[in-house]
């Protein structure tokens, strides 16, 4: 995206097969036995504290039948159910199928407002209802077949909880006690102490089952926690009215609670340990934990009803929030989770009271900063600010990306002057626009370039004129080029040994002396004058040649000779340049001259230019390019190149030229990017700023999307009339009709 140019930005479908394109599953981490709760705060990993996680969000206007999700499970076909508080829906990847209740008619759905779904071994959908019991979704016949409440039925009419009991058959929670509920024979068995002489649990509400990897059934009742085998109960200490139970990789169990917070116990028992997770505005204790899932090995996220998802690094005892921010519509959807779910092509999925939220945990190579921090208290006047508040980012126009030798990152702005950026998490300094005083503080204007001097300084491109910071970044002062104007907008900066190359939107190219602060214009003479004087990009190759790239062609001079070569945009020859503005230029380890511009996509120069007419392979749209506005070119520590553009990014093969692009599906967030806002740490990270923030791309973590879901019929008239798909929707079976008489619809469900 130029600095003036409009925003070309993406909405892509919600369906979550996202066009076909999906996400890499990151490389499963090494688990660490036993939990470790750090009794100080532990330090926290690289980029954790400024980044946060992107969801995509279906709410009701996707089609579901209420804001307020309650509960999600997949079925044996893979379709996704979501329960609601004003019915049932079926998910299938592109749309949803509404289940609401009809007292009036037998197989419909018994009461609108569901509190759980459970699938069973069999792949049977069980739905808990807070009104009418529970109910079986018969696939074959598409009807619920209920287990109601009363006599010979279940001990209460509001089911909260379901689990498999290993043999065949459901334990069943509900507010009166615990059932059993044999499927085949429809027998339901009280396990409350006394019932038929059982040496059950007490006659207590029932919120939360588990049964873990050795068949113990744990129970969370209104009055604590209890765990038993062959219908023997007892009672773990600690835990009161425990609202969530979850087992993870390490065998470790978990368990929320209303008013305590969360606890672990060890895979080997033991008695259960809390877990701290303190922030500004109270404690983990003070919020319900009602839903826990293990989103990747080593990391389990706990939802609470008001301060969205706390996600705990059990190795380490770390924790960090993932929330609603209200300005962010790629956030947590609310900060009420009821549930946790995750689906078997391993996407997460979070019902709260605004929709069902969707995150792909194996999405690891691409972390999102939406804006530049706001330090969580400020510093002296003077100094830096320390620390930062994740949830209230400030500059999200992020102009010009600068790595500085110390380790830090200096991020130009369009509005906010420039923010100095530790990665491991926090704000430590910040050059703040003051117009009243341009001679010492940026103007409240666009940040253009930023460049390092070898002695540390870091030299400001603005709109309104050339700054020089202080390595420390507590200083700035406004740089006098004899002959220019003092506010003279500065696009293009190059630090070139002892001298400072400056490139004006306007007003051409111009050299500074670093040792005696002498100037001069460049290359202004008739016949020896640039393409076009309003300079967009300055870069040096290993030649020794000065490449300078302008909004009208593209220029080779040799400081050394004085010897000036023009290329100008030549579209009518297949190979020449083919449009005029290039945006960033690079060079690559094959010595190659990458050319990004914008509307010709990529131009790379083959040969060189000694022979007068210049050749160029080009990679467009056709090619694989995301779009043809090319705002920056970076190599990875790999080799490959890597192009943020007005529709995304993008990965070019050095060797073959094959593209591979990254979009929404691939968990990038922001669809445009500004012109020259790229940069490599020494970490091998890629950072690109964009229209809300920065994105930093892993380019080691990126892995393919390998998950193929199943081809399943969601609708089937014969002869005009629908009739019931069950016998048809299994996995890749055919529609037995023929296609005279039949419609289908067949879909492959996303969930999956």
């Not at 018969?138 to 089911?159: C, I, K, M, N, Q």
């Not at 090319?630 to 070019?652: Q, R, Y």
């Not at 048809?728 to 008489?741: G, K, L, N």
Request: hydrophobic share 40%; net charge neutral.
């Amino acid at each position: 995206m130029t600095r003036h140019g409009g925003r070309a930005g993406r909405s892509p479908a919600l369906g979550a097969l996202d066009g076909g394109r999906r996400r890499g599953l990151a490389c499963a981490l090494a688990l660490l036995a036993v939990l470790t709760l750090a009794a100080g705060p532990a330090r926290a990993a690289r980029w954790d504290r400024l980044t946060q996680i992107g969801f995509r969000t279906l709410t009701q206007a996707q089609g579901l039948p209420n804001a307020i999700a309650t509960s999600v499970a997949q079925d044996g076909d893979g379709f996704l159910w979501v329960g609601t508080l004003g019915g049932l829906a079926r998910w299938d990847g592109y749309h949803f199928r509404v289940f609401r209740a009809d007292p009036g008619r037998p197989g419909e759905l018994p009461d609108n407002v569901i509190q759980t779904l459970h699938t069973d071994p069999g792949g049977r959908l069980w739905v808990g209802t807070s009104a009418a019991g529970l109910a079986r979704w018969d696939a074959d016949a598409e009807r619920f077949v209920r287990t109601p409440a009363g006599p010979g039925g279940l001990s209460h009419v509001s089911v909260r909880a379901i689990a498999d009991d290993g043999s065949g058959g459901l334990w069943v929670g509900t507010e009166g006690g615990l059932d059993h509920l044999d499927p085949a024979t429809g027998a339901v068995r009280s396990a409350r102490a006394g019932d038929a002489g059982t040496p059950g649990l007490p006659a207590l509400p029932v919120y939360a089952l588990l049964r873990d990897h050795r068949g113990t059934l744990w129970v969370g009742t209104a009055e604590g926690l209890y765990r038993g085998r062959g219908g023997r109960f007892e009672a773990v200490p600690g835990p009161a009215s425990v609202q969530s139970l979850a087992e993870d990789a390490e065998h470790r169990v978990w368990v929320g609670t209303e008013r305590q917070g969360a606890f672990v116990i060890g895979p080997e028992g033991g008695a259960p340990q809390p877990v701290r997770a303190p922030a500004r505005d109270g404690e983990l204790a003070d919020q319900p934990v009602v839903a826990m899932l293990e989103v990747r090995p080593g990391e389990t996220w706990l939802g609470t009803l008001g301060w969205g998802i706390v996600a705990v690094d059990a190795a380490h005892g770390r924790t960090r929030s993932i929330r609603n921010l209200p300005a962010l519509p790629a956030s947590l959807a609310d900060n009420a989770v009821r549930a946790l779910f995750r689906d078997r092509s391993g996407l997460v999925w979070v019902a709260t009271n605004r929709g069902l939220s969707r995150y792909d945990p194996g999405q690891s190579a691409v972390l999102t900063m939406f804006g530049t921090p706001v330090a969580a208290h400020a510093g002296a006047a003077g100094s830096p600010d320390v620390g930062t508040d994740v949830a209230s980012m400030g500059n999200t126009q992020i102009s010009w990306i600068l790595p500085t030798a110390d380790g830090r990152i200096w991020l130009g702005t369009h509005k906010g002057g420039v923010d100095i950026i530790d990665p491991e998490g926090a704000r430590v300094g910040a050059l703040a626009p003051d117009p009243a005083h341009p001679l010492t503080a940026l103007p409240a204007d666009m940040v253009l370039s930023l460049a390092q001097a070898g002695d540390g300084s870091v030299y400001v491109g603005t709109k309104r004129g050339l700054y020089r910071a202080s390595a420390d970044g507590r200083q700035v002062r406004r740089v006098a080029i004899a002959g220019r104007d003092p506010a003279a907008s500065t696009w293009a900066l190059l630090v070139d040994g002892p001298r400072l190359w400056i490139g004006g939107q306007f007003d051409g190219l111009w050299q500074l002396d670093l040792a005696s602060g002498r100037s001069r214009p460049m290359l202004r003479e008739p016949g020896q004058a640039l393409t076009d004087l309003r300079t967009t990009v300055l870069l040096r190759d290993p030649a020794g040649w000065l490449w300078i790239g302008t909004r009208n062609g593209l220029n080779r001079y040799d400081p050394a000779t004085g010897v000036l070569q023009r290329i100008r945009r030549d579209a009518g020859r297949p190979d020449g340049l083919d449009a005029g503005f290039v945006a960033t230029l690079y060079v690559d380890h094959h010595q190659r001259l990458w050319v990004g511009t914008y509307g010709g996509g990529i131009a790379i120069l083959e040969g060189g230019v000694d022979a007068g007419r210049p050749h160029f392979v080009h990679l467009r749209t056709h090619q694989g390019l995301p779009d043809e506005n090319v705002n920056s070119l970076i190599e990875d520590a790999a080799g490959e190149v890597w192009a943020c553009t007005d529709g995304g990014l993008a990965s070019i093969d050095p060797q073959t030229l094959a593209v591979r692009t990254l979009r929404r599906a691939d968990g990038l967030l922001f669809p445009t990017y500004w012109t020259g806002s790229a940069a490599r740490t020494p970490e091998g990270e890629l950072l690109f700023g964009g229209d809300g923030g920065m994105t930093i791309v892993q380019p080691r973590l990126r892995r393919p999307w390998n998950w193929h879901p199943p081809l399943v019929v969601t609708r089937l008239r014969i002869g005009g009339r629908p009739v019931p798909v069950g016998p048809y929707a299994a996995p890749a079976a055919p529609a037995a009709a023929s296609a005279s008489s039949a419609a289908a619809d067949a879909r492959a469900p996303a969930a999956l």
